[in-house]
């Protein structure tokens, strides 16, 4: 197990320890006006997912950090249990499960970690540095007697699951996969009039009729027309017009996959439209071509950043010098987001700003990012460059003088109300270079021969796209 190793990569008097993770549930419940409530959602804890790939509720794992031994430990039902919620499983059931040494109940959990009798436990807390949140430490009756450490733990696992096993780049090889043709299905199936809803609705169909994925890692953005350029659009209640931009991913055992499309639901672009779409199309390229073990993830947004800059001013939209355009930080008035995130259980998954690590940068733009990191073998990151014509941002650039010289308020006004673009792909560090997991149309070509009816992509993406 990687923790067992990690930790006992320190010193002897460090490894006299245990670990204790709780796999408490993120639940969400509906009541109506009976008090009849039913549960919606289980979610287990990222961390404790992990390390023991747990699905039942309310459990508990612990590691022996001197002799690697693993212990779970699982509620103690009553019989009636079994009339509501199916058969009891034994224990031994359990063990066999998840390959554990040992596994016993939680009403135990207390004796069992007095015989283990270690010079401390080590338990689990510290800050998704994406989101903000905290992650919940493990608590239980009788923990006051126990010297306990809150703060070795976190840095070690988090730092350990940014670097991917292949036994989970396998599932998100396949939850990206699936994610990649419920894109495809809903490119062919959207219309001119349909809501916005009607087709995340088909996402939805597919991804759990066809790939078995009950619930999404997040709530889909589902913006037509102008909506496409609020970033985090969640209404989906707008009849589809103009380029749709489409930002879903499926879950599947807890692993995430994020994909956007932008297409034109006439199923042709238009020439302001292809010149977006291709602007940011050749910042996403130029990530994939210069991306490898070592570059830092910095040096790939500034990149990003500066290819559509002079892609905008080749269409018209900016003018003079692309490098006095960066200095000024133009970049972030069309793309105000980071170019991308880390992604595993967590869909903006953690390890991306640790102690010992390059800090979040306090620039325009930069200080969006969502990691700073170099890139490593096995890292999974989405690359996700964006173009958005958003009013307020729009606004201010004009005026400012620092920023203003470089715009063509004549051109720009003809993009007012345009939405925006993304492309977002899901990706795998390797030791070449940068691999594409996501599997979608992706040039104005692509695009638009899939949505008349073409199916040559497919053989070149070696994917199928099931109705």
């Known amino acids: 197990m990687k923790v067992f190793h990690k930790l006992n990569s320190v010193p002897p008097q460090m490894q006299m320890r245990t670990v204790i993770l709780s796999g408490y549930l993120q639940t969400d419940f509906a009541e109506d006006e009976t008090h009849c409530s039913s549960i919606i959602h289980l979610h287990h804890e990222s961390y404790f997912k992990w390390c023991f790939g747990v699905t039942e509720a309310g459990c508990y794992g612990a590691i022996d950090v001197t002799t690697g031994d693993s212990y779970l430990f699982f509620p103690r039902f009553p019989d009636e249990y079994a009339v509501w919620m199916g058969p009891l499983t034994p224990l031994e059931t359990f063990k066999n499960k998840y390959a554990v040494t040992y596994v016993y109940y939680v009403d135990q959990l207390d004796e069992i970690l007095s015989r283990i009798n270690r010079a401390s436990l080590l338990t689990l807390t510290g800050p998704n540095t994406d989101s903000g949140l905290r992650a919940k430490e493990a608590t239980f009756e009788g923990i006051k007697k126990y010297n306990v450490d809150n703060e070795t733990l976190f840095p070690v696992i988090a730092d350990l699951r940014v670097y991917k096993t292949h036994f989970e780049i396998n599932v998100m090889k396949y939850v990206t996969e699936i994610s990649s043709a419920a894109h495809m299905q809903v490119m062919r199936i959207a219309k001119p009039g349909m809501y916005e809803y009607q087709c995340e609705a088909e996402f939805l169909r ?262």
């Open 206 to 467: 597919y991804c759990y009729k066809i790939g078995g994925c009950r619930h999404m890692s997040y709530t889909c953005i589902c913006g037509s027309g102008p909506n496409g350029a609020i970033l985090h659009y969640g209404h989906a209640g707008v009849p589809n017009n103009a380029p749709i931009l489409f930002d879903m991913g499926a879950d599947y055992f807890g692993y995430s996959a994020d994909i956007t499309v932008t297409f034109p639901v006439s199923g042709k672009f238009t020439p302001d439209q292809k010149l977006i779409y291709e602007a940011v199309l050749a910042a996403n390229l130029a990530v994939f071509e210069a991306g490898k073990p070592g570059v830092s993830w910095t040096s790939m947004h500034l990149l990003a950043n500066k290819v559509l800059l002079q892609k905008l001013k080749d269409g018209g939209l900016l003018q003079g010098s692309v490098d006095e355009m960066m200095d000024a930080d133009l970049a972030a008035v069309f793309q105000p987001h980071g170019l991308g995130h880390l992604i595993g259980l967590d869909v903006h998954d953690v390890g991306g700003y640790l102690k010992g690590l390059p800090d979040r940068s306090t620039r325009t733009g930069l200080n969006k990012l969502r990691t700073a990191r170099l890139l490593e073998e096995n890292m999974c990151f989405t690359i996700e460059p964006g173009c958005y014509f958003i009013d307020p941002l729009l606004d201010q650039a004009l005026a400012n003088p620092k920023q203003s010289k470089f715009l063509v308020p004549g051109v720009l006004k003809r993009f007012r109300g345009f939405g925006g673009v993304r492309i977002e792909d899901d990706v795998l560090v390797t030791k070449e270079g940068i691999v594409n997991l996501t599997k979608v149309p992706r040039t104005v070509q692509e695009i638009e021969d899939w949505i008349a009816g073409k199916a040559d992509i497919l053989k070149k993406l070696n994917l199928v796209v099931k109705v």
